[in-house]
């Protein structure tokens, strides 16, 4: 294939995406923009808390804009470990690894813990990062029916390798539905399999004072529990983290490739998360304030309502979920807009994430603006 023949094949590929709805284009966000934000993560209203601002501040002054290196060379700071240990502590880990990124902590995980002679089990609506790992870890992998226990059984059942690993979301992104983590846990352990969780959508959200889904079920200190973490969400950073045994973190630290090889986290993200952390121990409210304004919103909207903060509206088509979404941004308000390969193709919809900082008017106007949205693009 010459230049043109490449670049004609990337135009044709665009089209057939812009026919489907699927184009997916950048939308710059401008200083002291005013709309109602029901799109982003930022489940506890944090990410521009003063308190958090000042340490990303005081992290950066301290140690510089970047990391330098990787954990491994440079990159690994007295902030870095007191997070660790913080982390840890809070979520009642062993141990805790920080990453640069929470997709960098899945990747990990999953590529680590597995190889050639172990069944990986993975749902099928996990997040993307968690499926890129099954791929890269040159495993056997099966993909459950989603939320169905009995699948994952029937799988566990029929491996002919040494090891196995169940790999599950807590809350799952795009619509908000909670995994039955007792029961998955029960079945991985009936079959001598690890259970591999990310805790991205529950940290700062369920659990006792927001500790996360596995500490709610009681899992949480067992041996063949492995839970990764996002500090991009409900602590208003950037990052992400594996929680786990102190075997699985040295074995992490020796064979990660997106640990020994990628740069550190920076250090105001670091600084930012770990007083985002101590904000939300000093106010354990702050999770069951998101949750009431996830259920107001389902409220409002006729939806059903969610077990943590995500709100989704399925509408199928993925041309009116676009158009949707535009005419709600015009009117002040940001939705996401969930599309294949995001969601199943004919369930493209509004995703909207609650937050513990927004007010009875912010849910009333965001709800009108919705509503009349979804009225007035057939």
């Not at 966000?29 to 029901?38: E, T």
């Not at 079920?217 to 208003?236: M, N, Y």
């Not at 020994?260 to 930012?272: E, K, V």
Request: glycine letters at 10%; aromatic letters at 2%.
């Amino acid at each position: 294939m010459n230049g043109a023949g490449f670049h004609e094949w990337l135009g044709a590929l665009a089209t057939e995406r812009d026919k489907a709805g699927l184009r997916r284009r950048l939308r710059v966000r401008r200083a002291g923009d005013a709309r109602i934000d029901l799109a982003g993560n930022d489940y506890l209203g944090l990410a521009r808390d003063p308190r958090v601002i000042e340490a990303a501040v005081d992290a950066t002054r301290m140690w510089g804009a970047g990391s330098t290196g990787s954990r491994l060379v440079t990159g690994t700071t007295e902030l870095h470990e007191d997070l660790e240990l913080a982390l840890a502590r809070f979520t009642g880990a062993e141990r805790a690894l920080v990453f640069a990124t929470g997709y960098a902590a899945n990747l990990a995980v999953v590529t680590a813990l597995a190889d050639a002679d172990t069944l990986v089990v993975s749902d099928e609506r996990n997040h993307a990062s968690l499926i890129d790992g099954c791929r890269l870890s040159q495993a056997r992998v099966a993909v459950a029916r989603h939320a169905d226990a009995d699948d994952v059984d029937r799988l566990l059942e029929g491996r002919d390798v040494p090891r196995a690993i169940v790999v599950t979301d807590g809350v799952f992104s795009t619509d908000g539905e909670v995994a039955a983590l007792a029961e998955l846990h029960a079945t991985s352990r009936r079959h001598g399999a690890v259970l591999v969780v990310d805790e991205a959508h529950s940290l700062g959200v369920l659990g006792p004072k927001g500790a996360g889904l596995a500490v709610e079920v009681g899992i949480q200190a067992e041996p063949d529990v492995v839970r990764t973490i996002t500090l991009s969400k409900a602590l208003g950073s950037q990052g992400g983290a594996v929680l786990a045994g102190a075997d699985v973190i040295e074995h992490l630290v020796d064979t990660a490739r997106t640990f020994i090889f990628d740069t550190g986290l920076a250090p105001a993200c670091a600084g930012a998360a770990r007083r985002a952390l101590e904000v939300l121990q000093a106010e354990p409210t702050l999770p069951e304030r998101a949750r009431e304004r996830a259920q107001q919103l389902a409220r409002g909207l006729g939806v059903p309502p969610p077990s943590a903060v995500v709100v989704s509206v399925v509408l199928g088509d993925a041309h009116r979920a676009v158009a949707v979404a535009d005419r709600c941004r015009e009117h002040g308000v940001d939705v996401g807009c969930f599309r294949p390969p995001s969601v199943p193709a004919g369930t493209s919809r509004l995703r909207l994430t609650a937050r513990a900082d927004l007010t009875d008017d912010d849910i009333e106007h965001a709800t009108v603006v919705v509503l009349d949205a979804l009225r007035s693009v057939p």
